[in-house]
């Protein structure tokens, strides 16, 4: 009975999870083709149906992004803190300190004093010696 209403698989019916899975899915790189064989579907079905998601994916998760990190600071986690005002550039958070330099004896500090010894009673430098042989 072709043509009957009972007759075919139902339409498709696309939720808010599966919008969400497809723009998470493209905003991270997986080509249509890999999206559609994660979501169990045919290339032509997820162009038809999430055409508009597909286009907008990088924008949308970025900005959900940017507003749950927004919301963790706002609920004082300290990380999520750091890392908005890093992001913002406000505050250079999580530099690396140069490492101390390391600490040396008496003996090593009194070779470098005596060569910072520079009056009339200094132990003058030894001569360069050029020699041509020509």
């Known amino acids: 009975m072709a043509g009957n209403e009972n007759s075919g698989r139902a339409p498709y019916e696309p939720t ?28 032509n079905t997820l162009k038809k149906y999430f055409a508009d998601d597909m286009e907008i994916a990088v924008a949308k998760v ?16 300290i990380p999520a803190q750091n890392k908005m005002l890093e992001q913002l550039g406000a ?23 005596a060569k910072k010894v520079g009056n009339k009673f200094a132990v003058p430098e030894a001569p360069r010696l050029v020699i041509d042989n020509k």
């Open 16 to 43: 808010d999870a599966d919008r969400e899975k497809v723009r998470v899915l493209k905003a991270v790189g997986m080509s249509i083709e890999a999206i559609a064989e994660a979501m169990g579907l045919a290339v």
């Open 62 to 77: 970025t900005a959900e992004m940017w507003m749950a990190r927004y919301e963790a600071a706002k609920d004082h986690k």
């Open 91 to 113: 505050v250079k958070v999580g530099v690396p300190r140069q490492p101390a330099a390391p600490k040396i004896g008496k003996k090593e500090q009194q070779k470098i004093a």
